[in-house]
């Protein structure tokens, strides 16, 4: 995978993600896109899913057990069959565009404070390699070894006791990033990478993805983002196709809709409080870009966190 939103995720330091049932009351991976508790275990089905664009709240560890997904992550594409492990770390967007009848897996999600300590003996080089390779098909070995890690996490959940089944999923989170570093270094993936230097393609989409989420709510223009980093209109969309076949306006209107939907989900702000945040000439305006990229007017938005929980993957 290309290096993509590595500097606007630098600041929380090591996040992953992973999705499926619950054992809190949780019947699908939709709380994992809201913030309410610190930590979930659970397994997902197909009917657990349906097509969406969300911005995940956790970090989440997914391995998939059986069947087969299309995601994207910060809007580059993904192939999920068993054996695959997938990590979607805190504030990344993600879209699911297929899951097929059959897929099944086993997910661990935690809030980025509680992983915060132990992130820190994880470098710089390990981190670029993980966003450049959030999904991973294993090897039977490797495989096998990842299955009996979300084995003991069962068996802690046997107990019925949350902080000791917390702390044990935390212990074989943590024994998964060691096995990822091995795997990133003995396979030569680690890189050493200079932030200074924006001298390629993958780097100036990182260089753009940074001023999107910086300047959202003040522009939607691919102009702006262009002058931002001193490039043509017509390179920035090059850079977009190359890294994410989409192009630039694509990607900062889906970044856009999907704060949008995260802030009629979880704030109660005015819609002329967020047509001012956000830039818009007027209300109507608003209503209309969002039912275009979502398939839903913002009333029906806040309405229907009112019937059901938030669903983002």
């Not at 983002?225 to 043509?232: E, K, V």
């Not at 209503?287 to 966190?305: L, V």
Request: charged fraction near 25%; aromatic fraction near 16%; proline fraction near 2%.
């Amino acid at each position: 995978m290309v290096l993509c939103f590595e500097l606007y995720f630098c600041f929380i330091k090591f996040a992953k993600c992973v999705c499926c049932l619950g054992i809190i009351g949780l019947t699908s991976m939709e709380n994992v896109f809201i913030n309410n508790k610190d930590f979930y275990y659970f397994s997902i089905a197909h009917n657990d899913t349906e097509k969406s664009i969300r911005k995940c709240e956790y970090n989440v560890l997914c391995y998939c057990e059986e069947g087969s997904a299309i995601v994207e992550i910060n809007y580059q594409r993904y192939n999920i069959k068993p054996r695959t492990t997938a990590i979607f770390l805190f504030k990344e967007v993600v879209s699911r565009l297929y899951v097929s009848k059959d897929f099944s897996g086993k997910c661990v999600a935690f809030l980025p404070s509680l992983l915060m300590m132990e992130s820190r003996n994880y470098d710089f080089s390990f981190l670029s390699a993980l966003r450049r390779n959030p999904v991973i098909t294993w090897d039977v070995k490797y495989a096998d070894f990842i299955e009996q890690m979300f084995k003991i996490i069962d068996m802690a959940k046997e107990y019925r006791d949350e902080t000791f089944l917390k702390k044990t999923a935390m212990c074989q989170y943590f024994c998964f990033m060691n096995l990822l570093k091995f795997y990133f270094q003995h396979n030569n993936m680690l890189e050493n990478v200079d932030n200074n230097m924006v001298s390629s393609k993958k780097d100036y989409f990182v260089a753009f993805i940074k001023e999107l989420v910086k300047s959202c709510r003040q522009s939607r223009e691919v102009l702006f983002y262009a002058n931002s980093l001193n490039i043509s209109c017509n390179y920035l969309n090059e850079v977009c196709q190359t890294v994410c076949e989409h192009s630039a306006k694509e990607v900062i209107d889906q970044y856009v809709s999907s704060q949008l939907k995260f802030e009629l989900y979880n704030t109660n702000k005015s819609m002329q409080s967020l047509t001012e945040e956000y830039n818009f000439p007027n209300q109507s305006y608003l209503s209309r870009y969002y039912r275009r990229m979502m398939g839903e007017t913002p009333s029906q938005t806040r309405k229907s966190r009112s019937d059901k929980n938030l669903s983002i993957l």
